[in-house]
């Protein structure tokens, strides 16, 4: 199935990115080569359609992927007309462009000038201050960029968003207690978003694997990280990362026999017992035969799962001495 172009463009392998892109000239041509400002489009271009303009943002992000920047610059030249050049959004899109043109860090500092002198006039512009930290990132300037997404989340501390970059960054530098923290407040912000309780379960499970990191310490991210995947299973029934992680944390504690260790009388943190660790470990294994099983066999409703997904949950499971049973 060819991929459309209302699906969220990070979320499409190469691939589909390619193929997508491949879909903007004809996408350009079927629709109005026009696009009248506001209040001319009520009255020269009928009803508004929300979907085309998400459509050319899509677009945009795609062809940037693959290398058509002709096709880019058509699709932003019409949200240029119809938004104007102004708006919030429109700047954001026109500085990834010229990001993704750039050949040198010489252009880069260019486009990053930009984005300081559009900050100066209005830093309150949310899209603008997002590619800024975008930039500095990929420049490799990490402190820059922490810096700003702090002041960021001062001026917006419900920015679930900012705070997930945030937390990436800190774990791009070996800081997981801070990157813990940052993915905590995203919890606060969505409760029940079972990706986010697994994410923070392997935030959770790489501190407690980290060089030097105390006993105590290890018991207590472990502890926490099957807490965080067994929840993100609990509401996701059929999430293969929650799974891959409960089976990672368990399997690791019975190898090494990590329960033995004496644990904090009292600590909230305590480990469960070796019969729940089995039970979960069984659990988790059982899950992830039937999902690399059907989804390698194509059953319908099993075809959601990324390849690389499906080969890592199956490395994982061809580690087992014993032999599961499906």
């Not at 919030?88 to 260019?110: F, I, M, P, S, Y």
Request: hydrophobic fraction near 40%; aromatic fraction near 6%.
């Amino acid at each position: 199935m060819a991929p459309s172009a209302l699906q969220p463009p990070t979320r499409l392998s190469p691939a589909a990115a390619l193929a997508l892109s491949q879909q903007a000239p004809a996408i350009l041509r079927s629709s109005t080569s026009i696009a009248y400002p506001p209040p001319l489009n009520k009255l020269l271009s009928g009803s508004e359609n929300s979907e085309k303009w998400l459509q050319y943002e899509n677009l945009i992000m795609s062809c940037l992927r693959t290398g058509d920047d002709q096709a880019a610059h058509a699709c932003l030249r019409r949200l240029i007309v119809r938004f104007g050049d102004d708006n919030e959004r429109v700047q954001a899109l026109r500085g990834l462009v010229k990001e993704a043109e750039a050949r040198n860090n010489g252009a880069l500092e260019e486009v990053l000038k930009e984005y300081n002198q559009i900050l100066s006039g209005n830093d309150t512009n949310i899209p603008i201050a997002k590619r800024r930290i975008a930039l500095l990132r990929s420049m490799g300037r990490l402190s820059d960029a922490t810096s700003a997404l702090v002041q960021l989340l001062d001026f917006s501390p419900t920015d679930a968003e900012a705070w997930s970059e945030l937390s990436d960054i800190y774990v791009s530098q070996g800081m997981y207690s801070q990157a813990i923290y940052a993915m905590e407040e995203v919890l606060v912000l969505a409760p029940n978003a079972w990706n986010i309780h697994a994410r923070l379960g392997e935030l959770q499970y790489m501190a407690a694997t980290a060089p030097g990191v105390a006993s105590g310490s290890y018991q207590q991210y472990m502890a926490e990280a099957i807490k965080r995947f067994s929840r993100s299973i609990e509401l996701c029934d059929d999430y293969l990362r929650g799974y891959y992680g409960l089976k990672l944390v368990t399997k690791r504690l019975l190898i090494e026999g990590a329960l033995a260790a004496k644990q904090t009388e009292g600590s909230e943190f305590t480990l469960p017992d070796t019969n729940t660790i089995e039970r979960l470990n069984e659990l988790a294994t059982a899950k992830l035969s039937e999902i690399v099983r059907r989804s390698l066999s194509h059953d319908r409703g099993w075809r959601g799962y990324s390849e690389g997904d499906i080969a890592v949950a199956r490395d994982l499971l061809g580690e087992d001495e014993s032999q599961v049973t499906r």
